[in-house]
């Protein structure tokens, strides 16, 4: 399916977002296992978190859906009768895997045909040190292992693990399988991701200690259902305040966005390169903080994002490319690499869509390096598939000097199904 967008001058108005993908699945999945009836609202629309459900239900969770909200009646789960689907979700499939490890049955995973290109060594490192049993898949050209896992469950013992590459599903599958492992389990990372699992794993009652970026899970582990709330997804949020930063007439509010701090470096990145973004009404829920923005249209300078950096804006480069392009200075990304084996090379996407509409960008096996001050000229763009990719093209029409056609536009639907027609509400 392709979406049509045409320029605009502003973006104006006052919005809510579906509830943050990555909250989603962990509650999600925790529900399923946690003993009674969890409620979750703002469950994410996007078709990853539904492939969440499914997998869960498939294993024995009752699933619901009650005005609006997610129900699950959780507790033990059992060996599914078919192949588990995890869509196009890496999340899903790499964080179940660690559940599915702790099991006294062989279960399949696998995807769609992005996800098969996915590497899994990353989890099937772990699981096995903590004496699960997985076997994946190989890929002709590429060295590791893919899916589809087959995983062989049984009695693991905890683990103290260093994470090799920054990793948030690797983390919490680590730590995941240590709900159901004998020991305590230890992960430590050198570079901070996003902790959504922490918190949720001690809202669902299990003991969590963070150190200094040493995570410790008390074994024996008794998780019960809770009532919980999904902040907005700051990720796709971040699609809207580029536009919103972009267009000069815009004034835009989105309200109740997840603002972790392991997320929100996004905001503190667009503030420091001259944003006006304003943050009010902030409050917890669940663990997480949830506030609302005051976006208005900005002089962007420019900037370089690395190391660290680019961890915690992982998922919001290919919008930030888009404003990198537009802004005074430019955009330099390094220490990318994990970018190329995202949903897309997300290095090749963002590049071949940019040189479409005539827009200069150098790459590099971790990164690239864009021009600032160009200009936007009106194209036919392709998702290939990977839902960041077309909203960011989507953003990138709207600055364009003419409409814009984007191939495989029903890929944002993966997180974000509501995307187009929000930005038709609020691009004038
Ligand atoms: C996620 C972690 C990140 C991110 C992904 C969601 C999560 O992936 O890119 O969209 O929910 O834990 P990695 O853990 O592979 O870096």
Do not use: W
């Not at 196009?88 to 995973?109: D, E, H, K, V, Y």
């Not at 299990?206 to 809770?226: D, H, S, Y």
């Amino acid at each position: 399916m392709q979406e049509t967008v045409s320029p605009a001058k502003s973006i104006e108005g006052a919005i809510t977002l579906p509830g943050d993908k990555s909250i989603s699945h962990r509650y999600g999945m925790l529900g399923g296992i946690a003993e009674g009836v969890t409620t979750i609202h703002n469950y994410s629309t996007g078709a990853d978190c539904q492939s969440t459900l499914g997998c869960m239900a498939a294993l024995g969770a009752k699933v619901e859906r009650v005005d609006g909200k997610v129900v699950i009646h959780g507790g033990k789960i059992h060996e599914p009768a078919a192949q588990l689907d995890a869509g196009n979700s890496g999340s899903t499939i790499r964080m179940l895997s660690g559940i599915l490890a702790g099991q006294a049955f062989t279960s399949r995973i696998a995807g769609d045909e992005s996800l098969a290109r996915r590497p899994m060594d990353r989890v099937i490192r772990p699981l096995t040190g903590m004496g699960a049993h997985v076997e994946g898949a190989s890929l002709e050209g590429r060295q590791g292992t893919f899916p589809p896992l087959t995983i062989r469950g049984g009695a693991l013992h905890g683990i103290d693990y260093t994470l090799p590459v920054a990793s948030a599903q690797v983390k919490s599958c680590v730590l995941f399988a240590g709900l159901f492992a004998k020991g305590n389990t230890v992960v430590r990372e050198s570079i901070q991701t996003r902790d959504h699992t922490e918190i949720a794993l001690r809202e669902f009652g299990a003991e969590v200690e963070v150190q200094q970026r040493v995570i410790t899970l008390t074994e024996g582990a008794q998780l019960t259902g809770r009532e919980l709330v999904v902040p907005g997804d700051l990720s796709s949020a971040a699609f809207f305040l580029v536009a919103a930063l972009l267009m000069p007439e815009s004034n835009l509010v989105i309200h109740n966005v997840g603002l972790n701090p392991t997320r929100s470096a996004l905001l503190d990145f667009l503030t420091s390169i001259g944003a006006s973004i304003k943050v009010v009404d902030v409050k917890q829920s669940g663990g997480e903080l949830i506030g609302s923005l005051r976006i208005r249209a900005s002089k962007i300078a420019g900037g370089v994002i690395e190391g660290a950096l680019t961890a915690g804006l992982i998922d919001e480069i290919p919008a930030l490319a888009v404003l990198g392009a537009a802004s005074s200075g430019g955009l330099v990304v390094r220490d990318a690499g994990e970018l190329r084996v995202k949903e897309t090379d997300r290095i090749a996407t963002i590049e071949s869509n940019l040189k479409r509409m005539g827009v200069e960008i150098e790459s590099s096996p971790d990164g690239f390096r864009i021009p600032g001050g160009q200009k936007f000229h009106a194209a036919e763009v392709d998702s290939e598939g990977d839902h960041r990719i077309a909203m960011a093209f989507a953003v990138a029409a709207l600055a364009s000097d003419g409409p814009c056609t984007i191939a495989g536009a029903e890929s944002a639907g993966v997180s974000f199904p509501e995307f187009f027609s929000t930005l038709r509400e609020i691009a004038h």
